[in-house]
Nanobody, 124 residues
């Protein structure tokens, strides 16, 4: 079973930036799509961004397009989320996720393995 460990969260003022990292266990990291989700207090967990195994395709929810960038380094088993121009509404616990199946990604419902999350708080 894959283990996903997130880091990089913290407290930042509106307009600031943070870079989240997620490191995965195992030897087949590059075979799987990876994603980031977030859960604000009292709300459901929502999709933020995803990247295919090769890194050739990326996907974003509308509210973060142009501000967030997902990337990966398959040599390090790592996926990143660069967050710029942060807003108070970006405050949430951010979770790293891995797709259920290798070599296949069709959308946010494909993710099945989750990290424990890292808190991001944006003050106004």
């Amino acid at each position: 079973q894959v283990q996903l460990v997130e880091s990089g969260g913290g407290l930042v003022q509106a307009g600031g930036s943070l870079r989240l990292s997620c490191v995965a266990s195992g030897r087949t990291f590059s075979n799987y799509a990876m994603g980031w989700f977030r859960q604000a207090p009292g709300k459901e967990r929502d999709f933020v961004a995803a990247i295919t195994g090769s890194g050739s395709n990326t996907y974003y929810t509308d509210s973060v397009k142009g501000r967030f960038t997902i990337s990966r380094d398959n040599a390090k088993n790592a996926v990143y989320l660069q967050m710029n121009s942060l807003k108070p509404e970006d405050t949430a616990i951010y979770y790293c996720a891995r797709s259920r199946m290798p070599y296949y990604y069709s959308g946010p419902a494909d993710f099945a393995s989750w990290g424990q999350g890292t808190q991001v708080t944006v003050s106004s």
